[in-house]
């Protein structure tokens, strides 16, 4: 039921060769675990999202996890306010590295139709942003696309030995 069965001749004979960076990319990649920062409508969407009809599962990224120290993914989705950046500061701060960040719509990314003073008009101002998805809201397809890019990240930044944590080096 395992591995062995799905490649038979490795079993007692064959091997496998690849790098170990490559290895634990491959791992990373495979199991992200976002850390859903949903502050509005957008939010929505990601939930759908998660649920059986578009099954992020079959990315490998189904376990959300609330606590940022469980984390390697923060999916913000939703309006930021001036009171609600520092928050959001903190939990990117408390997740591990190697992380990455995708902006979920355009209140996030760009302020939105929102173009007043609390609110943030792009989280990049204070923060890195690895993919940004357009949209008032993006569709669920839309960031499955994202998480997408993100593992191709994940693979060419192991090729080329992008990563600092030091199990990958
Ligand atoms: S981009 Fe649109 S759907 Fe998303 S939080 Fe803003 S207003 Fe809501």
């Not at 599962?57 to 189904?62: D, T």
Request: with cysteine.
């Amino acid at each position: 039921m395992g591995l062995e069965t799905k490649l038979p001749r490795l079993t007692g004979e064959g091997f496998i060769t690849t790098k170990v960076n490559e290895l634990i990319a491959w791992g990373r990649k495979n199991s992200l675990w976002p850390y859903p920062f949903g502050t509005a409508c957008c939010a929505i969407e990601m939930m759908a999202t998660l649920s059986s009809r578009y099954d992020m599962a079959r990315f490998g990224a189904e376990v959300i996890r609330f606590s940022p120290r469980q984390s390697d993914l923060i999916i913000v989705s939703g309006r930021i306010s001036l009171k609600m950046m520092p928050v959001l500061l903190q939990i990117y701060s408390q997740v591990p590295e190697p992380k990455w960040v995708i902006s979920m719509g355009a209140c996030c990314s760009t302020g939105g139709v929102f173009n007043t003073y609390p609110q943030i008009q792009g989280i990049d101002q204070f923060m890195p942003v690895d993919v940004y998805i357009p949209g008032c809201p993006p569709r669920p397809e839309s960031l499955i696309d994202a998480l997408v890019h993100i593992q191709k990240q994940i693979e060419s930044d192991a090729k080329a030995h992008k990563f600092t944590s030091a199990a990958a080096n």
